[in-house]
């Protein structure tokens, strides 16, 4: 847990691109089995809207610094994982 928020820079005129760390991601996976397991899925198995400012909060307390918003980082890193590992919906 020593590193917070690497970053990398991708080119020139571009945007840095966020390395997720490992625990980073067991805490995100770990917030999405929390809201599951609250009922906020809908009968399709999806999250229901309004999910994403819920996963935030909860980042926001287990990693005080964090702050990474919803949009872009978190939807991102979730397509990460679903794509991945397929532990993600």
């Not at 991708?10 to 999405?32: I, Q």
């Not at 909860?58 to 979730?78: D, H, R, T």
């Amino acid at each position: 847990m020593a590193r917070q928020n690497s970053q990398v820079n991708v080119g020139a005129g571009k945007s840095t691109k966020r390395h997720w760390e490992l625990y980073e991601d067991n805490v995100l996976v770990s917030c999405m089995v929390d809201l599951y397991n609250k009922g906020s899925c809908n009968a399709d198995n999806r999250f229901k809207a309004g999910y994403l400012n819920e996963l935030e909060r909860m980042m926001s307390e287990k990693l005080p610094n964090f702050g990474l918003k919803a949009q872009p980082y978190i939807i991102s890193q979730i397509k990460t994982l679903e794509k991945e590992w397929s532990v993600v919906y």
